[in-house]
Each structure stands twice: as structure tokens, then as C-alpha cells.
């Protein structure tokens, strides 16, 4: 299995600031997820991002509001850009090592915006 | 759309007591279904199922998949309070591009009174 951490593990922002939620993984891994769940929800997969390529994102999400960085197959951040209240939520990073492989979470960041 | 759903949405019960979570998925290539609980913020994983009819087990927790009528359960026997959590299935996915993503279902939420 794959062990991730995060940091931070929760903020408390201001609306119109950003956020950069760090991944950090022990083992080099192909496939890097982002998701986000809003109280009460399931998790909605933001994009995927690989080494070396830009992230995919999911309908409804854009570069420009959740830019990715992937500088290598340990590691990823997630941005939230010009943060409103709606964008409370948690954010978990996941990893895949392989197609038949499970997924493995990271512990999350709990994020509320003001 | 590709989409996975849970019911029921959230179930009381009393310990001891026996639940079925369901799960049912409309996924245009799918490959696996995953069954995580989630109790704080980060799912931590339970089964993965690849094959019909082939039951996974542990401990109190089994699992099984049909892939003719397109759904999962996931029973829990003789439930204990520690087995409140949320319980998410996903489903695998692969891509053409070569890569991969999970669709996550919405959810059970399930409390287990003393």
C-alpha cells in the first residue's frame, strides 16, 4: 500500500485568497488524484494528474480556479485560486499505483473559507 | 453519464443488528468496484471486486458483485458501534487515453446505536 500525507491538515481563509494543499507520497506512483467533498457529499474528482503532463480536469472544474503541479511521481499540489465559502470543503489526494490496484487516500485538508 | 448510487442514503440500527448497503452503477467501461468507509476524512479501503458472484470476506464484512444487473452489497453482520462511519463504493473505470479514473457513489451513512 501507499502511504500520503498532506499538509496543511485544515485552514481557516479569507474569500479572494488561495490555498496550496501539498502530497506528499513514500512511493513513486503514475496517477495522482484530487477531489473534493463538500459537507455532506460524496467526492467529486477535481482532476488527475500525471508526471510530466497537464492535469485532466472534470467537467466543471477549471486550471484556472485549481491549478496542479505533478514535478514528480512522489509528489502534487492542489491551489485554490480566489477562494468564495463555497469552496469549503475537503480536499483528499488519492494515488493509484496501478490499473487493478486500489486507490489510497491521503488524510485530507479541511478547508473553510470566510 | 457514468454514474454510481447507494441506498440507503443513512440507516440507524442497533448493534448486533445485520445491514445491507446497496450499490448500483451505470459505467460505460468499467473494470472494478471498490467499497472505502469513511469515518473522519480520508476512506480507507474495504474490497475490491473484479469477478461476479465471487464473495469477499473479512471478518464481519463481505461483499459481492453482479455485473449482469450492475450493483454491489456490502453486508455487515452483527454491527458494533465502531462500524458508524460512511460507506462509499467507486467505481473503476479505465480511460482511453490509457489512464483511469473512480466514480464515486453518494453514499451510506450509518449509525450503529449501543
Known amino acids: 500500500s501507499a502511504v500520503i500525507s498532506q499538509k496543511p491538515s485544515r485552514d481557516i481563509c479569507q474569500r479572494g485568497t488561495s490555498l496550496t494543499i501539498q502530497c506528499q507520497v513514500d512511493?513513486?506512483?503514475?496517477?495522482m488524484f484530487w477531489y473534493r467533498q463538500q459537507p455532506g457529499q460524496s467526492l467529486t474528482l477535481i482532476a488527475t494528474?500525471?508526471?510530466?503532463?497537464?492535469?485532466?480536469?472534470e467537467s466543471g472544474f477549471v486550471i484556472d480556479k485549481f491549478p496542479i503541479s505533478r514535478p514528480n511521481l512522489t509528489f502534487s499540489t492542489l491551489t485554490v485560486s480566489n477562494m468564495s465559502p463555497e469552496d469549503s470543503s475537503i480536499y483528499l489526494c488519492?494515488?493509484?499505483?496501478?490499473?487493478?490496484?486500489?486507490?489510497?487516500f491521503g488524510p485530507g485538508t479541511r478547508l473553510l473559507v470566510l | 453519464e457514468d454514474k454510481v448510487v447507494q441506498s440507503p442514503l443513512s440507516l440507524v440500527v442497533h448493534e448486533g443488528d445485520t445491514v445491507t448497503l446497496n450499490c448500483s452503477y451505470e459505467v460505460t467501461n468499467f473494470r472494478s468496484l471498490l467499497w472505502y468507509k469513511q469515518e473522519k476524512k480520508a476512506p480507507t479501503f474495504l474490497f475490491m471486486l473484479?469477478?461476479?458472484?465471487i464473495e469477499k470476506k473479512s471478518g464481519r464484512l463481505s461483499s459481492i458483485l453482479d455485473k449482469k444487473e450492475l450493483f454491489s452489497i456490502l453486508n455487515i453482520t452483527a454491527t458494533q458501534t465502531g462500524d458508524s462511519a460512511v460507506y462509499l463504493c467507486a467505481a473503476h473505470s479505465p480511460l482511453p487515453s490509457g489512464t483511469y479514473k473512480y466514480i464515486f457513489g453518494t453514499g451510506t451513512r450509518l449509525k450503529v446505536l449501543a
Open positions: 488519492s494515488v493509484g499505483p496501478g490499473g487493478w490496484e486500489t486507490q489510497y
Open positions: 473484479t469477478s461476479s458472484g
Open positions: 512511493s513513486q506512483v503514475t496517477m
Open positions: 494528474a500525471n508526471q510530466g503532463s497537464e492535469a485532466t480536469y
